[in-house]
């Protein structure tokens, strides 16, 4: 990687401050130069302009006093409902102060008057990308805010999963589940978030955070997108993001993927077409379905069974009263050219319609209360059956495997994952309540436990 720090020889001087002309390069085509005439940052790629980040965008949002039970969610900055952001809730823009120029990095003071210096670290982190750390100085801070500026024509993708328009520009995109009354799930169906945003022309921008963040596109101005996480009492860590620039958009995603990890492939047979029923009724209707298939030819390489199937929500079992010979099932499931899945949650023995729990499943919830496997502090739910299991609790975690392996071991290939959405970092200016066995809450785990949800299951899959 070639990469390194240019400055020319001339410089700035403002009221004792220095300012040197400086350009950060990256394998000569990532470049990021600061322009002190105009307090702003300009990304550039192969010499041309891709965004700026002006330096009045780095802006505080301070309070009177940061505290452990308020749920700072940026997202209530924009939805104008009175009384869900603090009432004193303050935003200060940063002027540019001293700028300290290394061999791969540079350090630039962010000048913020009465509260004093902040600071933004940037350095090459690999070709094509740079790593920035937005720090505030010692303050009452509850959120941290910067506003890249690009063309008004600029198109926005990424941000997760959205189902209205998959060009974000005019939109404000959560990076966690809001309460939404207008939608008829109540909710903003923000179930896959990912906060990384890239402009058609070249750029990517993945902000390192699993707290409250959201992103408002072009909504105040045809040039801006506004970006404010909810760093709360983690405010001294500051604000970590990875800026990338490539010839095309598509190659962008690799950047992201380097950093978090790229996703495994689906077994080749997912990719076909798949058969379920919402709600099964018994062995006889699976068996049915899968002759009925086969009789007529129909292309289908995956069968899955939803619920009710076992004898109560994640009892790892099958229901005497509906199912026979499950294993048989299986085999004939097998033998016709199927792959075969079950839904599933991360709950365990929970009654479902008013059937009683079976001794077996019983004893399954009774182990995880006495032995510690939920949360040690439950928050709201939002399914009917308890908590999910605290899967950040090591002991915890191989349990729901060797119980997973129940079905992995009988024939099972896949899994509908489903709900594990009860972890929400808050409802308006208050936190859910959830703790954690690592010692996290709901404030990074909203983003996080899906992440452990898919994890347990996958790492049983043949």
């Known amino acids: 990687m070639d990469a390194g720090i240019d400055a020319s020889t001339d410089a700035h001087v403002d009221s004792g401050v220095q300012r040197p002309e400086t350009a950060l390069t990256n394998s000569g085509a990532l470049s990021i130069d600061i322009q002190p005439d105009r307090d702003v940052l300009i990304i550039r790629h192969s010499g041309q302009e891709r965004f700026e980040l002006p330096i009045n965008g780095f802006q505080l949002g301070t309070v009177d006093v940061v505290d452990y039970d308020t749920n700072y969610d940026p997202f209530y900055v924009f939805d104008g409902i009175p009384g869900t952001t603090p009432p004193t809730l303050a935003w200060h823009?940063?002027?540019?102060?001293?700028?300290?120029?290394?061999?791969?990095?540079?350090?630039?003071?962010?000048?913020?008057?009465?509260?004093?210096?902040?600071?933004?670290?940037?350095?090459?982190?690999?070709?094509?990308?740079?790593?920035?750390?937005?720090?505030?100085?010692?303050?009452?801070?509850?959120?941290?805010?910067?506003?890249?500026?690009?063309?008004?024509?600029?198109?926005?993708?990424?941000?997760g999963e959205v189902f209205d328009d998959v060009n974000h520009r005019g939109k404000i995109r959560a990076m966690q589940l809001e309460l939404d009354?207008?939608?008829?799930?109540?909710?903003?169906?923000?179930?896959?978030?990912?906060?990384?945003?890239?402009?058609?022309?070249?750029?990517?921008?993945?902000?390192?955070?699993?707290?409250?963040?959201?992103?408002?596109?072009?909504?105040?101005?045809?040039?801006?997108?506004?970006?404010?996480?909810?760093?709360?009492?983690?405010?001294?860590?500051?604000?970590?993001f990875h800026i990338f620039t490539e010839d095309k958009p598509l190659d962008l995603t690799r950047h992201y993927y380097d950093l978090t990890g790229y996703p495994r492939l689906p077994a080749q047979w997912a990719y076909g077409p798949w058969v379920w029923r919402d709600e099964n009724d018994n062995e006889a209707q699976v068996r049915?379905?899968?002759?009925?298939?086969?009789?007529?030819?129909?292309?289908?390489?995956g069968y899955w069974i939803d619920r009710p199937y076992a004898s109560a929500?994640?009892?790892?079992?099958?229901?005497?009263?509906?199912?026979?010979?499950?294993?048989?099932m299986i085999a004939q499931i097998h033998e016709l050219g199927f792959r075969f899945a079950l839904w599933h949650t991360p709950y365990v023995g929970v009654e479902e319609r008013g059937r009683e729990l079976t001794e077996a499943t019983a004893e399954l919830r009774a182990t995880?209360?006495?032995?510690?496997?939920?949360?040690?502090?439950?928050?709201?739910?939002?399914?009917?059956?308890?908590?999910?299991?605290?899967?950040?609790?090591?002991?915890?975690?191989?349990?729901?495997?060797?119980?997973?392996?129940?079905?992995?071991?009988?024939?099972?290939?896949?899994?509908?994952?489903?709900?594990?959405?009860?972890?929400?970092?808050?409802?308006?200016?208050?936190r859910t309540g959830w703790e954690f066995a690592d010692g996290s809450n709901d404030q990074t785990m909203h983003a996080r436990y899906q992440t452990l949800y898919h994890q347990v299951y996958a790492e049983t899959l043949p």
């Open 368 to 430: 995880a209360l006495e032995r510690g496997y939920y949360p040690p502090s439950i928050g709201i739910l939002t399914s009917t059956w308890g908590s999910p299991v605290d899967l950040t609790n090591p002991e915890a975690y191989q349990w729901w495997q060797s119980l997973i392996r129940r079905y992995s071991d009988a024939g099972v290939e896949g899994y509908k994952l489903d709900y594990a959405e009860d972890i929400v970092p808050g409802l308006y200016l208050r």
């Open 181 to 240: 009354v207008q939608i008829e799930s109540s909710n903003n169906e923000a179930h896959v978030p990912i906060p990384v945003i890239y402009g058609h022309s070249g750029w990517g921008l993945f902000v390192e955070s699993l707290r409250p963040g959201v992103f408002a596109v072009a909504t105040a101005d045809e040039e801006t997108v506004d970006v404010i996480f909810g760093t709360g009492v983690s405010s001294d860590e500051g604000l970590q």
């Open 288 to 301: 049915a379905d899968i002759q009925t298939i086969r009789d007529l030819d129909l292309a289908t390489s």
């Open 93 to 159: 823009e940063a002027s540019l102060g001293d700028i300290d120029v290394q061999e791969d990095s540079v350090t630039i003071g962010l000048d913020y008057g009465e509260f004093g210096v902040g600071q933004l670290a940037i350095s090459v982190t690999a070709e094509r990308r740079l790593t920035i750390r937005f720090t505030g100085p010692e303050a009452p801070v509850a959120y941290l805010r910067l506003q890249p500026r690009t063309s008004a024509t600029e198109a926005f993708y990424g941000l």
């Open 313 to 328: 929500v994640n009892s790892f079992d099958w229901d005497p009263r509906k199912f026979d010979d499950p294993q048989g």
